[in-house]
């Protein structure tokens, strides 16, 4: 990158918007056509091109010599570079700093037209140990958040469609997460409970918006869903971090990950979607009132002024009645899957 | 509506949903191409499909006989019908409570295929007036906060491409509003100063991000832009409320306004964009520490994974260089406007 990204402040909300000038560079290849195969000579995440991206930082080799997974720095970075700088404030007092940080590409497979909704579990769970490798080695490098994600599909604005997540390591923690802890203290304070596993308890007693239930894991589409078929995967104990999971866990996860964007996938006819890992931010990975979670946004509806306006998002559909869909999807899903097994 | 809309509330955000099974319902006849006119003789806001609209709750007349803006319920409200119900809470400890408020619908004018940014300022100022008339008469049936906003384009999520506005009045504040006005109160106990007169004043002298200055009103694109080309309008002095623009204030503001949409329809080719009018609650209106404005954000990038993660926005752009850019837009249009007139 020559051009250094920018952290700004913005004094009236007390967000941060990252400056990126070299991000408008970005090749794109997705266009509205579901499957760009036609374009793998020139992708730069396939097989044979592995010299058009940076230095591997992880990989996973498979037994013929070639890889599983591979993770490498984002060519078009959002974050990048040491800390080291500070803020510095102008001559009229804007706050700014460098745009520092990290931002790594999971390149999740070797195959351009596969699908983390559709590929065998094995493949989701070499995702998973990638995030989970890079997420311990970046809390080592002291950032404030990371940020995992993943962008399916052009409404969801990728600009690469060979399989691939994000990962995005930030110096600052950003006041949306510092809202979301401070409500969940304040609900620690006043109750002595953990506000995310009270909530799971109480959408696994109502029961109507849970879409699966597993030893280690629980699906649901919560109560006052943003958007039609949000769904969250939680874990069902205590967990702040997602780089503390174990490897059981993360076997577990990857069942029930795959199971739900297989069933997304059948019930939507492969929806535009992002996925996020809201994990605590590093120096409050010791609080007891929070609880990691996978938090899978469709992105079917647009917001428009109102949403913009006011912060209260429109839903045109009940979550009770978009759960029962997911549900069925699955369900067909797995029929499917034990009369091929017959 | 035979569908009740619902309010519900995000127990870890503490964000409002409305969850508004209706609205899928709602007629779509914008598509990619920027003029629909083959479509006027469906559309229910152009002259002669008045009795296609709910009753009207105001109106201005041309002298024809006809209407020059007309001011309508919104027949796919996002909430609606009288307050009253409280708020219930579910056995499992749920917050909901009916989806009560008002949805309005400004048809800006009877041409199906005209559009703000160029039609005449007396035509810009009519339609502020009729937002100012409804702000104030929503005002006095004491709803929590009143948005007035406008989505132009399809990637905007507009549904219908007849030039029009709308009005949300809700009955609460939500939990996004709550926090600009904490940070701009702590500003003003800090400091003794209005937070937003502040921020204007030292763009005003950073100069950089000066879209133009005016007697009553300053457009800038502010240090922390979120999207490329937001543009902001401001009063130069303190005003916490939309509702009590003076009828000179309009006036200037249509100017404004209509200098500003037409140079970003020059410069960028008639992009999608919303715009918000953000004004103070209305048990907020004699705050010292807030001032309205009109906040426009084009829609120009896609926010995905990493921005629904932690809230920072990922600018591509630099304030700087694209109000450059919108200065020469706004010069060279005023160019062309006076070798028409001369």
């Known amino acids: 990158m020559s051009i250094r990204n920018e952290l700004r402040q913005d004094r009236i909300t007390k967000t941060w918007v990252v400056i990126a000038p070299g991000r408008g560079e970005r090749p794109h290849d997705t266009n509205d056509e579901p499957d760009v195969t036609h374009n793998t000579s020139h992708c730069p995440f396939c097989p044979g091109h592995e010299a058009e991206t940076p230095a591997e930082v992880f990989r996973l080799n498979d037994s013929n010599g070639g890889w599983r997974v591979r993770v490498v720095p984002n060519k078009f970075e959002v974050l990048g570079g040491d800390r080291g700088e500070s803020r510095t404030v102008s001559p009229q ?25 559709t590929v065998d579990v094995q493949a989701v769970r070499d995702v998973l140990t990638a ?53 969940a203290r304040q609900y620690f304070d006043d109750t002595g409970a953990c506000l995310y596993l009270d909530v799971l308890e109480r959408e696994i007693a109502g029961g109507r918006r849970i879409i699966l239930e597993q030893a280690q894991y629980v699906a649901f589409q919560p109560f006052a869903s943003a958007v039609p078929f949000e769904t969250w995967i939680m874990p069902r104990v205590h967990r702040t971090s997602f780089g503390d999971a174990s490897d059981q866990e993360l076997v577990d996860l990857a069942l029930v990950l795959r199971t739900v964007l297989g069933g997304l996938r059948r019930a939507l006819a492969d929806p ?46 009940r979550p009770e009645e978009t759960a029962e869909i997911l549900r069925r999807a699955i369900d067909s899903e797995a029929e499917v899957a034990r009369k091929i097994s017959v």
């Open 131 to 183: 995030y989970r490798t890079r997420f311990r080695a970046l809390r080592d490098e002291n950032w404030a958040l990371i940020v995992i994600f993943r962008n399916h599909g052009s409404a969801a604005g990728t600009s690469l469609s060979h399989p691939h997540s994000q990962i995005v390591a930030t110096p600052v923690v950003p006041i949306q997460i510092r809202h979301r802890f401070d409500i």
């Open 272 to 317: 535009s979607y992002n996925y996020v890992i809201e994990s605590a931010p590093i120096g409050d990975e010791d609080r007891q009132y929070f609880v990691w979670h996978l938090r899978i946004l469709p992105r079917l509806t647009t917001p428009a002024g109102f949403e913009l306006g006011s912060g209260i998002r429109v839903n045109p559909s």
């Open 93 to 117: 007092g804007f706050v700014s700093m460098p745009g520092v940080g990290r931002h790594e590409v999971v390149i999740e497979m070797p195959e351009h037209g596969a699908d983390l909704a």
